[in-house]
């Protein structure tokens, strides 16, 4: 694995948002789209590959951890405008998005 330097990690910017609605993409057997409070002026869009392990159902409603200033890339015809911070074993087959033990404000920043 490639190190790299504190001033390379220093430039992720993470931060607690809320995912406010959760649907399954139309057409994917991975996606579900996502949409993220920050505490900003709009929710943000998010295509995440975890429909595998987790309902809409499962996340509405939930905080966790996104990286938010990753270049906006479009999938399925639609701009996903952050990353949901997750976990998964060796074999790919468990995978966890790592939602908060206590509640902390959206936008909140994580170091």
Known sequence: M???????FAKIEFKIG???EAVEVEGS?????????FGEEKLRNI?????KWYSPADLIGKKT????????????GELSEA????????????????FLDK?????SKVF
């Open 2 to 8: 490639d190190q790299i330097k504190y001033d390379d």
């Open 65 to 76: 951890v996104f990286v938010t200033n990753i270049i906006p890339r479009k999938i399925m």
């Open 18 to 20: 809320e995912i406010k």
């Open 103 to 107: 509640d902390l404000p959206v936008g």
């Open 29 to 37: 057997e991975k996606l579900l789209r996502l949409q993220v409070d």
């Open 83 to 98: 990353m949901i911070f997750g976990a998964e074993d060796e074999s790919s087959e468990n995978m966890s998005v790592l």
């Open 47 to 51: 295509f995440s590959g975890i429909k």
